[in-house]
């Protein structure tokens, strides 16, 4: 349902919700907030986030130490498919979402499905099957180096509330485009179905970049655009001027790592 904090009258919880909830089990003396260094949208995947939260104890309470806070919280997050991996102390100027030197992204392709059904009951929701047979890898990956570098990517961001707010130059550091693999992939490879993740790093994002790079970069792999009109995207600097129907879908994207 996103990372992002829902209002109590949605029927979805965000992530922050349920940490949030979970924290309440350590009897803090004031409300506690986490603060999530990337904000991923519903739908999307995170194989690591980051996130920073202050906590108050009453006077006398030891302060927590990270393997407590870990053990603490995972407990009280069993049910959900939300794990925290490590905690540790850091001083009163780090903040996980400014503090951050990069964001790194994968987004996942399967290949070789004519049909949806094709699709491997254990990558439901984890990957974008693309329509309309083989990509064009080679032209992918020349197209993609159109898109490293510093750019004003206002084509490549969805409009939304805060979009007016936000600059839209972004630095992209890295785009790969590789062969992988999927899970269990080596029992059905006989099916002729191929995995390739789209690796995306960069300091920070605008709203849906990645989702609308990669999908922009698919429609390259397809011959709906050439390698040259992602350069030609970039430059008319206008969410409209995006080709309809061309972001890739929330499914297939994992962040995947947050470097500070």
Known sequence: SGVMETKSDQALLGVQNYLEKAAQNLKPISPIKFHISSRTDSGVHALCNAAHVDISRAPGKPQLSGEQLLHSLNSQ??????????????????????????????????????????VPVFEKDLCWAPAGGPLNIPAMQEAAQFLLGTHDFSTFRSLHSDTPLQSPVRTILQVDIQPSSGLLSHHYKHRGLEFWEVKVRGRSFVYRQVRRMVGALVAVGQGKLAPHHIKELLEVKDPLAFPPNAMAPASGLFLKCVEY
Do not use: D
């Open 77 to 118: 997050l069993r049910a959900e498919p939300i794990r925290i991996l490590s905690a540790q102390q850091v001083p009163s100027t780090f903040h996980a979402r400014f503090s951050a030197l990069s964001r790194t992204y994968i987004y996942r392709l399967l290949l070789g499905c004519a049909h949806h059904s094709q």
